[in-house]
């Protein structure tokens, strides 16, 4: 079945800054690469995702990137703010969804 | 508003002792599924239901079950709870290929 590894586990970043989240899956048959935000005390909340015929995606600050041959995926996010800060998740869907561990993502003010 | 409802929040229970948590969804979808989330290892899939009176085993079923008899309702069950079952507990929906929408979560402790 599908495997999916996230990197770091966590990350801190000063605000302004930039971070990247990268995430390696096994299937080569997934089609769909999800990116979800929880916030504490929450669920997690679909942010931005992309599908297989396509190799970028943006919304303001936020961007994913995918390599298909590498399997590889990535999630960038510019101009970092404090309410930035939460735990991100990567995940790959063949059939159903398969999660990354996640990153703790702290924006220093 | 459109949204996935678990019930309780927090739940501290023995070993043993039989609990369920309640999932509600109000948007139609057909797909249901239970997750648990632990340190280092993300969302792990339990059990999931494409549709009314269809559900099947995800990851990590040992020791939980559920029930699809309306399409918004999706409990989950503990028959036995034992310690190795304390984790956040997760719902979520879905219609088709749509995004997955997750309930905030159910925290579970069994001593």
């Known amino acids: 079945g599908e495997n999916v590894e996230q990197h770091p586990s966590t990350l801190s970043v000063q605000e302004g800054d930039s971070a990247v989240i990268k995430c390696t899956y096994s299937d080569s048959a997934s089609n769909y690469f999800p990116w979800y935000k929880q916030e504490l005390g929450k669920g997690p909340q679909l942010i931005i995702d992309i599908r297989s015929n396509v190799g970028e995606k943006k919304d303001q600050r936020i961007a994913v990137t995918l390599n298909k041959t590498a399997k590889h995926f990535s999630l960038h996010i510019t101009e970092t703010q404090p309410e930035d800060s939460a735990v991100y998740f990567c995940?790959?869907?063949?059939?159903?969804?398969?999660f990354g561990a996640g990153t703790r993502l702290t924006v220093k003010p | 508003e459109a949204q996935v409802t678990q019930n309780p929040r927090y739940l501290i229970t023995v070993t043993g002792k039989k609990l369920t948590v309640t999932c509600s969804q109000n948007m139609n979808h057909e797909y249901m599924s239970w997750y648990r989330q632990d340190p280092g290892l993300g969302l792990r899939q339990i059990y999931y239901s494409m549709n009314v009176e269809v559900t099947d085993k995800g990851d990590v079923p040992e020791g939980y079950k559920v029930s699809r008899k309306e399409k918004r309702n999706f409990p989950l069950i503990l028959e036995s709870p034992s310690p190795n079952q304390t984790s956040l507990y997760f719902c979520?929906?879905?219609?088709?290929?749509?995004?997955?929408?997750f309930g905030n979560g159910t925290r579970l402790t069994v001593t």
């Open positions: 995940a790959a869907k063949t059939g159903d969804m398969r």
């Open positions: 979520a929906s879905r219609r088709g290929n749509s995004p997955l929408h």
